[in-house]
């Protein structure tokens, strides 16, 4: 059994008694953090490691970042940005080797305000990673994080107020539907097809969170190999209610064999 996570802590220094506290909480195997919003030397390194974590990442000071955690031993590095522009300095995009299992984490650019500049961005870092995303499909793997689309409808709990944000624009939808369409298998329809699943929510002003605002855009997408061992699929929503939490709870996977 191998319990992997993604999780989109909006700040994991700022967020670290939440990270901690779920950490300790659950049994995963690997975890995928992004949007750290820290710097190398700044990413709490000696705090996950007193978890029970070896651990992996690449920072950027304000923004972005991302990390992979595994329990019990030290992930492999493989890899820390996309091909495909080298003038591309974002942290967006960190691969590992744990165990045999190739996991790719994943924070794709948000896209507002779209149409302009920020969203052009969006779509062709999308098209790297779709390219990219080839060259993995024949391994064990996972790319799993926040990939900033919703997929269809029913991943938003009121479809209608996201008609004019990038992570529902046609476009993105369609990036993701053809990274579908090579053979990666969207983990959470697998074992929930049918079913209203969601990941983020926006912060209320009166405190806690606003529940009509329910989107899935944390995604865990794995190749047909690693696909035919997941029995379970979930969303830790418990975490959005907590003190100072992020506005994202993790997702996960149970892969057998």
Known sequence: MTLISTFNVNGVNGRLPVLLKWLGETDYDVVCLQELKTSDEKFPVEAIRNAGFGAIWHGQKSYNGVAVLARGRDPVERRRCLPGDPDDTHSRYLEAEIDGLVVGCIYLPN??????????????????????????????????????????????????????????????????????????????????????????????????????SGLRMDHLLVSPSLAEGIVAAGVDVETRGWEKPSDHAPAWIDVRG
Request: glycine content about 10%; hydrophobic content about 35%.
């Open 111 to 212: 896209g507002n305000p779209a149409p302009g500049p920020k969203f052009d961005y969006k779509l062709r870092w999308f098209e790297r990673l779709v390219d990219y995303s080839k060259s993995l499909l024949g391994e064990r793997t996972v790319l799993c994080g926040d990939f900033n689309v919703v997929p269809t409808e029913i991943d938003a709990v009121v479809p209608r107020r996201w008609l004019g944000d990038a992570v529902f624009f046609p476009e993105s939808r369609e990036a993701y539907a053809r990274m579908l369409s090579l053979g990666w298998v969207d983990a959470m329809r697998l074992i929930h097809p049918g079913k209203g699943i969601y990941t983020y929510w926006n912060f209320s002003y009166r405190g806690g969170y606003d529940r009509t």
